[in-house]
C-alpha cells in the first residue's frame, strides 16, 4: 500500500489507476471500515482510503481533539485488506487556507435528526467529502448504511451535482450482542458497553411492530424513547423516516428506516435499522 500526504501525490498515480473506488474514514478503524475496503474491490481495480479527522464536522465542545487516531494500527490494518492507495492528508494540505466556500445540503435533509442535535456537521461532512471527489475523481465511492444520514446526503449531493461517482452503501457491521460498530464505542465504559446493545434491542423491537402492522408512528417512537430512559440513557431522537429523504411517512408509506441516536454516559451512539 502507498501512503500519501499530498494531493499531488495521489494525483499523479491517478491517471495509471483505471477504475478507481474511494472510501473516506476519519481513522480508527474498525471491522466496518473493512467491510468496505473488501467490498470496494468487487467494484473498482483500485482502492484508495482516506484518514482525515475532519474540524469543519465537529461542533464546538465536541470531541475533535480526543477523536482516537490510531494511524500505524490502521496501516496495518489496511494493507492487510489489500488497499492500494492511503491518502493521509495534514490539515493544512487539506485546508491550506480558512475553507470559505461550503456546501450546504438542503436544510430539510440537513437540519433534522443528527442535523437538529449537531448543528453544522453535515456542511462539514459535505464540503469534506465534495473536497475528496475532486481530489481522488472516483468512480465509485463507498459509505456505511450506519451513518444513514450522512449517506442519503452524500447520494443526493451526487445527484444533484452530477458527479460521475456511483455511491455503493456498505450494510452496518455489528458485535456479535448487536451493537453497531463505532470508532466511539471506545469510550463506553464495561458497563455502558454491556448496556450498548439495548439501543439495536428497541429498534429491533420497533421494526417488528411496524412489519406486524402497527403504523401509530409517534407512539412507537415514545416507547422507544421511554425505554430507552428508564434504563438512564439520555436519547436525542428516536424517528421513524422514509428511507428515501428521511421525511415523515405517513401510514400507507413503505420503504421506512428507523432511527436513534442517545447518549450512554458520555457517549452518543447512534443506529438504524431499515424496515
Known amino acids: 500500500m502507498l501512503i500519501h500526504d499530498t494531493i499531488a501525490s495521489l494525483r499523479a498515480v491517478r491517471s ?82 480558512p475553507q470559505g466556500y461550503h456546501v450546504h445540503p438542503p436544510a430539510a435533509q440537513s437540519d433534522i435528526l443528527d442535523g437538529e442535535f449537531r448543528p453544522g456537521h453535515f456542511v462539514g461532512v459535505a464540503t469534506v467529502v465534495m473536497k475528496l471527489f475532486q481530489i481522488a475523481q472516483p468512480d465509485v465511492a463507498l459509505f456505511g448504511k450506519k451513518d444513514f444520514q450522512q449517506l442519503m446526503i452524500i447520494r443526493n449531493m451526487v445527484n444533484e451535482l452530477n458527479l460521475p461517482i456511483e455511491i455503493v452503501a456498505g450494510e452496518t457491521i455489528r458485535a456479535a450482542d448487536g451493537l453497531a460498530l463505532s470508532s466511539r464505542n471506545g469510550y463506553l465504559t464495561v458497563g455502558e458497553r454491556k448496556e450498548a446493545p439495548k439501543l439495536f434491542e428497541t429498534l429491533t423491537k420497533t421494526a417488528e411492530k411496524i412489519h406486524s402492522g402497527n403504523r401509530d408512528f409517534p407512539q412507537l417512537e415514545r416507547d422507544c424513547i421511554d425505554f430507552l430512559q428508564a434504563r438512564n440513557w439520555v436519547p436525542d431522537y428516536v424517528a421513524i423516516r422514509k428511507k428515501s429523504d428521511l421525511q415523515l411517512p405517513t401510514a400507507h408509506d413503505a420503504g421506512l428506516v428507523v432511527l436513534a441516536a442517545a447518549r450512554l454516559g458520555s457517549t452518543r451512539l447512534i443506529d438504524n435499522l431499515e424496515v
Do not use: S, W
Not at 478503524?29 to 481495480?45: E, F, S, T, V
Not at 461542533?59 to 492507495?85: M, N, S
Open 16 to 97: 495509471k489507476a483505471g477504475r478507481v473506488a474511494l472510501i473516506p474514514t476519519m481513522g480508527n478503524l474498525h471491522d466496518g471500515h473493512i467491510a468496505l475496503m473488501k467490498q470496494a474491490r468487487q467494484h473498482a481495480d483500485t482502492v484508495i482510503a482516506t484518514i482525515f479527522v475532519n474540524r469543519l464536522q465537529f461542533r464546538p465542545g465536541e470531541d475533535f481533539e480526543k477523536y482516537p487516531r490510531t494511524f500505524q494500527a490502521d496501516c496495518d490494518r489496511l494493507t492487510a485488506a489489500g488497499v492500494d492507495h492511503l491518502f493521509a492528508p495534514t490539515e493544512g494540505e487539506m485546508y491550506p487556507q
